[in-house]
């Protein structure tokens, strides 16, 4: 007796128990296609729907065709396959999130948050500057500007002292030529 195929339709309401019974009839109908197989209690593992999930919210809406997209169907058909040994659906789903985010890396966008908007992301750049800028802005480095004032002021002390010094030295050359210019002019009166 020959197996129809197994189809599985995704949807947000598909459970952890519809995905198990999905991979048990695919590992059947495997069994009788000569595939090389792995138990589905091995290969599906308790909260890999929640992964899942994770994943695909996480997933870029812009990934090209050769980073692919996860999609749950042909990833369970993975308990069954041909020509190589299967991997656990785990292991298939960090293979795949491996190979976008090195793409989203290689495209310097943020893996944190995949489906940014350049726009988006222009301007929360623009933010992370403002704000780095201002924390270093807030905590001056006061002891750097004390001394900065510090040279200020001898600095203008010692122009204060090299006026003074020239001036006493030259009040008495400067007293004398006006006395004998007052001399002087007193003498043509």
Request: net charge neutral; hydrophobic share 35%.
């Amino acid at each position: 007796m020959t197996t129809i195929q197994p189809t599985f339709n995704e949807s947000p309401h598909t459970t952890e128990e519809q995905c198990l019974e999905f991979v048990r009839q695919w590992h059947q109908y495997g069994q009788e296609q000569g595939f090389q197989l792995m138990e589905p209690e091995t290969f599906w593992q308790p909260g890999d729907l929640e992964r899942y999930r994770q994943t695909v919210a996480w997933w870029p809406k812009d990934a090209p065709p050769i980073v692919g997209q996860p999609w749950l169907a042909s990833m369970l058909k993975g308990v069954a396959v041909f020509g190589r040994e299967p991997e656990p659906f785990t292991q298939t789903l960090t293979f795949l999130w491996k190979r976008c985010y090195d793409w989203l890396v290689a495209e310097e966008r943020d893996p944190k948050n995949p489906n940014e908007s350049k726009e988006a992301r222009r301007r929360r750049m623009a933010k992370e500057r403002v704000a780095r800028s201002r924390e270093f802005n807030a905590k001056p480095n006061t002891e750097h500007v004390r001394q900065l004032h510090r040279e200020y002021i001898a600095a203008c002390q010692a122009r204060k002292a090299a006026v003074d010094a020239t001036h006493a030295a030259h009040t008495p050359a400067v007293e004398a030529a006006h006395a004998a210019w007052q001399e002087a002019r007193a003498s043509l009166a």
